[in-house]
């Protein structure tokens, strides 16, 4: 068994990330800026957008985040997207989900303006990646396809089994996989919460990918053996005993189901990290398309 370690890849794409940074500094070019917009005061929310902007400063970026107070709002967010989208300064940016309820989650998402949309969420850019076209791709989704790649895990003619549909994550990684190329070419099935007789299914995968946020939901019955596993789930539980007053878990009974694995990924140290990594990228390559287009 093999762990796939994302923490350790994560910092590997960053210092690659440094080493380019450095270049376009001695080029005399402007460094890549990123920015993330927070609404109210998750816990989560915090905890990731801070390590995005640490992460910032440790590769040479430039980072702003604009927090904004729970009660803010629809418009004036709408407001605030308006302004990145103007400011010439800002390469891409992010606005942290999930959103307060009374914000309207879409009516924000589709206001972003697609050439600086690094979260890859704006229609536009789902559009092209489902067509097979250049876009900017979903951090956490991109950040398991290079988990994959660096690992030389070969996908092509394999049954992936994802396991959760959101937006975010289910959904676009289904479509990755199935993506005709030699990166892809999986064979794949997404599975949700009415998806009949789960187990029998997933008993069949080689790849497995769990995003649906049930601590222990993936039990060692449920996969053959060989399998790689992707665990995506972030769940924090409360425990008076950690310094943090919680623990985070994935989806996976780890202990039980890395002993019939071949691969399998941590929680944390396995996804999380590789997310962070792969927004930096994007807004890397937000930056270079600005260059060429002068802006
Ligand atoms: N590591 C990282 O970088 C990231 C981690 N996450 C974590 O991943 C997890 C999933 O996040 P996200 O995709 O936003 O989740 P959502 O809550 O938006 O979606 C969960 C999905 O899981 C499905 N589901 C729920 N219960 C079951 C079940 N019993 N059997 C089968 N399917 C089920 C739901 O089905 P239905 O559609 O029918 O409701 C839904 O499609 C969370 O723990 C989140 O914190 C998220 C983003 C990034
Ligand atoms: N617009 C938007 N884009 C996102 O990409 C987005 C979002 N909203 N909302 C929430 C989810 C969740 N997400 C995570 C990213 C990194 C870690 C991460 O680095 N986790 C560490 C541990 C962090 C901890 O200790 O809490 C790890 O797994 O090792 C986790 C979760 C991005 N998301």
């Given at each position: 068994m093999e762990i796939l370690d994302g923490k350790k890849v994560s910092n590997q794409i960053k210092e690659e990330l440094a080493v380019e940074v450095a270049q376009m500094k001695a080029r005399g070019e402007k460094v890549p800026h990123l920015a993330a917009v927070l609404v109210g005061n998750d816990g989560a929310s915090l905890t990731y957008v801070g390590s995005k902007v640490r992460s910032c400063e440790k590769i040479g970026f430039e980072s702003t985040l604009i927090h904004l107070p729970e009660e803010t709002t629809e418009e004036e967010l709408l407001k605030q997207v308006e302004n990145l989208n103007k400011n010439?300064?800002?390469?891409g940016y992010i606005v942290q989900?999930?959103?307060?309820?009374?914000?309207?989650e879409q009516k924000v998402l589709m206001a972003v303006d697609p050439d600086k949309d690094v979260d890859g969420f704006h229609p536009a850019n789902f559009g092209k990646m489902a067509l097979d076209m250049e876009s900017f791709i979903p951090a956490t989704p991109f950040g398991i396809m290079e988990l994959l790649r660096r690992y030389n895990i070969d996908t092509e003619g394999k049954h992936a089994v994802v396991i959760g549909r959101s937006h975010i994550v289910g959904r676009p990684i289904s479509i990755l996989l199935s993506q005709k190329g030699k990166a892809a070419n999986a064979t794949v099935t997404l599975t949700h919460s009415?998806?009949?007789?789960?187990k029998a299914i997933t008993v069949q995968a080689d790849i497995i990918i769990s995003a649906l946020?049930?601590?222990?939901?993936?039990?060692?019955?449920?996969v053959k053996e060989g399998v790689v596993v992707i665990d995506v789930g972030i769940t924090r539980v409360p425990d008076e005993t950690r310094k943090r007053g919680y623990y985070i878990t994935g989806d996976v009974d780890f202990e039980n189901v890395s002993k019939k694995a071949s691969h399998i990924t941590p929680v944390?140290?396995?996804v999380g990290p590789m997310t962070i990594a792969m927004l930096l990228k994007n807004t890397l390559l937000a930056r270079e398309r600005h260059n060429a287009s002068n802006a």
């Open positions: 010439t300064d800002i390469d989900l999930p959103l307060p309820k009374h914000i309207d009415r998806t009949k007789d789960l946020g049930v601590p222990n939901f993936l039990k060692e019955d449920m944390p140290g396995g």
